[in-house]
Structure formats: structure tokens, C-alpha cells
């Protein structure tokens, strides 16, 4: 397992180390995300993350991809405390959901300073669930214990497309969308800023 994990590593940093490109872009990013429709009175989530891409000839690009991101949602299976004891927003649980992946893709340029970008890949997910709560004996209705977590490791195919604004010769902002799949399917929305070099 471990050495799976080492090959990501090199892939993600070695590749784009050794690449020759026309141009690189450093993409921050931000916005929301759903965590699962397998999730019951799942809310929505914030993410966060960064993209290393390459704009290769024909204005293919290659992209290491990492996001992580936080949700609540309601675990009925892994938990025996009381219903009336949930929070307001009949969540009762975190979930930390955490990708790295290659991604292939296409960059359309619109015009002078507008350009469109279509990406897809393979990666690695991670989700961490963690802070369902456990009713021990004697604990106060007030105060709900909370002792347990897992992991799901997993293989995820990330898609996203952005629109992007070319605000100088080294700064573009954007918008992005996409989604994760095959399951569960999370699609989120957010924000970009990229620096060229």
C-alpha cells in the first residue's frame, strides 16, 4: 500500500518537474462541494486546493491535482445516540474528503484574454470520516460523546472545466466546475486564481 502511494507521490511532483512546456500556471482554488448523494442530509462543503498545470503543444495540458475538503452529514449506521440529540441541522458527523490525481486536458482560447479549459484524470480519494458520535453509559443528553472515525481509500476520476480571465501576462482569474466519479459522484463549484511562468 505504501508503495502505491509512493508511485502517486513521484507522479504528481516528478512528472511535472521534468516536463518542457510553453507555459505553466500555479492555480489556487475555492469554492463548495457536495459530499455524496449516498450521504443522508448531507450539507454542503468547502474545499480547497491547487492545480500544477502545463500547456503543452496544441495547447494540451497536463495538471497535478489536490483538493481536500470538509462536510457534515447524518450517520445513522455508526452511531446509537438518540435522534433528539443531533444538531439543528440533522447533521451529527464530519466528513473530510481529500484527492491528488494527474489530469490530461485541452485549453480553448476564446479570445485575447479569455480562454476555456477541459480537463480529466485519475487519482487517489480519501475520505476521512471522523466525530460520530457515540452514547456512552451515563453521558448527558447535553453532551454526546464523540469517539469514532475511518477511512474509505479509493481510486477517483476527477472532471473539470473553467472559464478564465486573463487579467495580465502573469495573473488569470476564473471560474471552475467539475465533478469526481464514479462514486459516490461529488460535484463542486468554485473559484481560481493563476499564476504564469
Not at 445516540?81 to 473530510?96: H, K
Request: proline share 5%.
Amino acid at each position: 500500500m505504501k508503495i502505491r502511494y509512493l508511485i502517486w507521490l513521484i507522479l504528481f511532483f516528478g512528472v511535472n518537474i521534468t516536463l518542457k512546456s510553453q507555459e505553466n500556471k500555479f492555480s489556487i482554488q475555492t469554492g463548495c462541494f457536495y459530499p455524496g448523494f449516498q450521504y443522508k442530509n448531507a450539507q454542503l462543503g468547502f474545499y480547497g486546493g491547487f492545480d500544477f498545470t502545463h500547456v503543452l503543444k496544441n495547447e494540451l495540458t497536463l495538471s497535478s491535482h489536490f483538493t481536500v475538503g470538509k462536510s457534515r452529514y447524518y450517520e445513522e449506521e455508526l452511531t446509537n445516540v438518540p435522534t433528539q440529540w443531533q444538531e439543528i441541522s440533522d447533521t451529527n458527523a464530519e466528513i473530510y474528503f481529500y484527492t491528488i490525481g494527474l489530469l490530461l486536458g485541452k485549453e480553448y482560447s476564446l479570445s485575447d484574454k479569455l480562454n476555456f479549459w477541459l480537463q480529466g484524470g485519475f487519482g487517489l480519494s480519501l475520505r476521512n470520516k471522523q466525530d460520530i458520535p457515540l452514547a456512552l453509559y451515563d453521558t448527558q443528553p447535553n453532551n454526546p460523546t464523540y469517539q469514532y472515525s475511518f477511512n474509505e481509500i479509493g481510486y477517483t476520476i476527477p472532471i473539470q472545466i473553467s472559464l478564465n480571465y486573463r487579467l495580465s501576462d502573469k495573473v488569470e482569474v476564473g471560474l471552475l466546475s467539475g465533478c469526481y466519479l464514479p462514486k459516490p459522484i461529488i460535484p463542486r463549484i468554485g473559484i481560481q486564481t493563476s499564476i504564469l511562468f
